[in-house]
């Protein structure tokens, strides 16, 4: 079974703090993806990435940005993190086209 | 814009009857269509796919309809149970294929 993990379910962090959201996968998947969810607007792509290294933005990248140094973790960083960042963040993997397999997600609050 | 429409926010239907999830595109390129379920505190999985070049796709109790000529999908669950209650996600390929853009949710309340 494809396996997904995030560093944390749950998150509290302050208007300003710079946040790092971490995300594995033990598939050898070479695609790897961060969206986040907010009511009724769906699954929203904010970064993903190809390939160790390399990353191509989403739809909603401002605010964001993304590493990839190995293969299996993709971190998601907020740079300066503010309340309209609250939100639940999910991570994804994929080897074929199409099909994704996401982690569990992290729900942050940002105050 | 939006190119993945489920225009319903929920739905609650009785426990052995039909649940019909709706979900519309604009985008005449899409050629393949997935359906994800989310349990709260879950990440979505996925759930059932069709091709364009089918009309209908059947797996267990769960079929996905598919009317290209009305940029139109649906989802058929039959019959329904309380353990089917989660929010539904309709998807689409774009780009390469690597990307997936995603309807807003169905949530489905199946009540016993």
């Known amino acids: 079974d494809v396996k997904v993990t995030q560093s944390s379910r749950y998150l509290v962090k302050r208007t300003g703090e710079k946040v790092f959201l971490e995300c594995v996968q033990d598939m050898d998947h070479e695609n790897m993806f961060w969206y986040r969810q907010d009511p009724g607007l769906g699954l929203r792509l904010i970064y993903f990435s190809y390939d160790v290294k390399m990353k191509e933005k989403g739809d909603i990248p401002e605010g964001y940005s993304v590493s990839r140094e190995k293969k299996e973790r993709f971190s998601l960083i907020l740079e300066s993190a503010s309340t309209n960042q609250t939100s639940m963040y999910l991570c994804?993997?994929?080897?074929?086209?199409?099909?994704?397999?996401f982690g569990p997600g992290t729900r942050l609050t940002v105050t | 814009d939006q190119q993945v429409k489920q225009n319903s926010p929920s739905l609650s239907v009785q426990e052995g009857r039909i649940s019909i999830l709706n979900c519309d595109y604009t985008?005449?390129?899409?050629?393949?269509f997935l359906w994800y379920k989310k349990y709260p505190a879950e990440g979505p999985t996925f759930l059932i796919s069709?091709?364009?070049?089918?009309d209908k796709n059947e797996d267990g109790r769960f079929t996905v309809f598919l009317n290209k000529s009305a940029k139109h999908l649906s989802l058929h669950i039959v019959p329904s149970q309380p353990g089917d209650s989660a929010v539904y996600f309709c998807a689409a390929p774009r780009g390469a294929g690597n990307m997936l853009t995603f309807g807003g949710g169905t949530r489905l309340m199946v009540k016993p």
């Open positions: 994804a993997s994929s080897f074929l086209i199409y099909e994704q397999y």
């Open positions: 069709i091709s364009s070049i089918k």
């Open positions: 985008n005449s390129m899409f050629d393949y």
